[in-house]
């Protein structure tokens, strides 16, 4: 048997990985200085921010499938399943759902109003103070976001060589991810293709290679025994954060979000001509992310099966279990050198790529929102362009500074996750409040938003006290170390199915004490409906919009049939389209001439 306390010497990178990785830097560099240097001719705001609209099919659905790429798929993930089972499996189901929503309900207002920002949106259909509002909720999020998302590679690359060169190498990502936001959308859809084929080659490889010494089945039974395989989880606890209701609604709404209303998405949307071929674009994408999302799962149960019988972080040989797939692939890596390294580029790819999106919308944000409304009607594209590019470098500069200077951003890692749900929570609510129902109106918006700001903050603020003093705490499967010293897989295979069960019957169980032990994926879905809740009914309170004096194409197709088949509304147009009869006219001024003389008369 090992000891609890073992220390696992980590395994660095070999110089075929350094290569690997010096190439994945010379392809991301050739791309910067292709779009900076070379093909500089979209060089105006639209051809910034949506490639000149005449992009391919191909591109836009690579682009699409890159955007969920990040290192939370492919780091978080397989933990995620590790610990607490297959369940997340069922997010399929919702990401079906979802985009069949968003090419119904969503795509056709924007791709027919074409806005180069979403969030012009709302002052078309609701106010300005309500464009704001809901621009500056979207840039504070995604400015708290940003650090994070180079955060967990560099946790990651900590394993596989010294510190130091950890930061250096966050850095450098943030650098090119700079560097490839000025280069604009198309820029940023090259390295989500290159990003695409590294992070499918990163997850399958591994999964395949940790297979050959066990076999298929037997990792089946490892994950069987361990209670991993979870297909149906209707866990009514609301503070369990992976049951089925939680996977499917409450992720629904954070994805919509993302994928129908987000700054980024809508510009790879409207980037092709079409709508048709937009909603092509849609459906690849989701097949694509649905594979990588089960190979991100089969990943996750293979690591289990590797670690069912002696968990790494219980035999101290990793600090905690965000470092559990790069432990995995340092065992890996002694059997098939160079996995590793194939796998950590991947995770630069996908955090470059992500980190470059969320610049590229934070620049286009600030200055359709802020800054352009300021600017002289006579400003040229060209001026407009250069100062999107200063805005990617100050963003980049920003997040870079923060990486670099920050020792520990755990605290923070979790802060702004709970803050960008809340907001797309509320930004979701706020635009489906304005596209689906059409008497609503701007009091109805800005009485839903806030309150339903009030509401999450208020939740999200419970739910971090509640984990800071143990009222809410995040249970899994059971964890064991029986299997330690053990290198046969049936050994393990026995050892979990023996322990497994005592552990199970071990786990410590708490009622639900109070609404702050809500878990955090709840708060987009309550963000959302607490906006249409509340909006509606203050829209009808404070007097409905006058739909008449709108433009249609501010409501989905659903809507705007209603609306033409109301019969007031048809005949108010009829009566205003008549033309007027000749005769009538007459007649009437002729009633109107003897009444009058009769009033003279008397």
């Avoid at 994928?259 to 674009?281: D, E, F, G, M, W």
């Avoid at 999302?293 to 996750?300: A, E, P, Q, R, V």
């Avoid at 797309?424 to 806030?450: E, M």
């Avoid at 963000?527 to 919009?545: D, E, F, N, Q």
């Amino acid at each position: 048997m090992r000891n609890s306390t073992i220390q696992v010497s980590p395994l660095y990178f070999n110089v075929a990985e350094y290569c690997l990785f010096g190439i994945n830097l010379g392809v991301v560099i050739g791309i910067i200085l292709y779009f900076l240097f070379v093909n500089n001719k979209y060089n105006t705001v639209s051809g910034f921010l949506f490639g000149g609209k005449n992009m391919s099919i191909v591109s836009i659905s690579l682009g699409l499938i890159a955007s969920h790429l990040t290192s939370i798929t492919l780091l978080g993930v397989p933990v995620e399943i590790y610990l607490r089972g297959t369940q997340y499996w069922a997010s399929a189901l919702s990401l079906i759902f979802v985009t069949f929503l968003t090419a119904v309900i969503y795509l056709p207002v924007f791709h027919r109003l074409q806005l180069s920002s979403s969030f012009e949106y709302l002052e078309i259909r609701f106010s300005t103070h309500t464009r704001t509002v809901a621009a500056v909720l979207f840039v504070v999020s995604k400015l708290m976001l940003l650090p994070i998302v180079p955060y967990v590679p560099l946790l990651a690359f900590r394993l596989v060589t010294n510190p130091l060169a950890s930061r250096i190498t966050a850095v450098i990502c943030v650098a090119c991810s700079t560097l490839i936001a000025i280069g604009g959308l198309r820029a940023i859809i090259s390295i989500g293709i290159v990003t695409t084929f590294l992070a499918l080659a990163g997850t399958a490889l591994p999964s395949g290679l940790a297979l050959l010494p066990m076999g298929f089945k037997r990792m089946w039974e490892i994950s069987s025994h361990g209670s991993r395989l979870v297909f149906y989880d209707p866990d009514p606890e609301l503070a369990h954060h992976t049951s089925f209701f939680v996977v499917t609604l409450a992720l629904s709404t954070n994805w919509l979000w993302k994928i129908a209303l987000s700054q980024s998405s809508v510009q790879k949307l409207l980037a092709v001509p079409t709508i048709s071929k937009a909603r092509i674009c849609l459906a690849i994408s989701c097949v694509g992310i649905i594979l990588m999302k089960m190979l991100s799962c089969f990943l996750g149960l293979v690591i289990y099966a590797w670690f069912a019988g002696c968990d790494p972080l219980l035999t101290g040989q990793i600090k905690k279990h965000e470092q559990l797939v790069p432990h995995f692939l340092n065992h890996l890596s002694t059997m098939f050198p160079g996995i590793c390294g194939i796998f950590i580029i991947s995770i630069f790819s996908a955090t470059t790529g992500c980190i470059a999106s969320i610049i590229n919308s934070i620049s286009g944000v600030v200055f359709e929102e802020f800054i352009r409304p300021w600017m002289p009607q006579s400003t040229n594209e060209q001026a407009c362009c250069k100062i999107m590019k200063f805005l990617c470098i100050m963003v980049g500069l920003y997040c870079a500074c923060v990486v670099w200077l920050a020792r520990e951003l755990d605290r923070l890692q979790h802060v702004a996750s709970g803050v960008t749900g809340v907001t797309a929570g509320t930004l979701l609510g706020l635009f489906t409040l304005g596209i689906v129902f059409s008497r609503a109106n701007c009091s109805g918006a800005l009485s839903g938003c806030l309150l339903s700001l009030v509401l999450c903050g208020w939740l999200l603020i419970g739910a971090e006290n509640a984990l800071a003093t143990g009222a809410l705490t995040f249970q899994g499967k059971p964890l064991v170390t029986t299997g330690c010293g053990k290198a046969n897989f049936t050994h393990i295979l026995v050892n979990v199915t023996t322990v497994i069960p005592n552990a199970a019957r071990q786990l410590p169980t708490k009622p639900l004490q109070s609404l702050f032990r809500i878990s955090f994926t709840y708060c987009p879905f309550a963000g959302a409906v607490a906006v249409l809740l509340i909006g509606v009914p203050m829209s009808y309170l404070t007097g409905k919009s006058k739909v008449e004096s709108m433009n249609p194409d501010v409501f989905c197709p659903l809507t705007r049939s209603f609306l033409h088949k109301l019969p007031d509304r048809s005949a108010t147009v009829s009566l205003e389209l008549r033309p007027p009869n000749t005769q009538d006219v007459y007649m009437a001024l002729d009633e109107a001439l003897k009444h009058l003389k009769d009033v003279i008369d008397r």
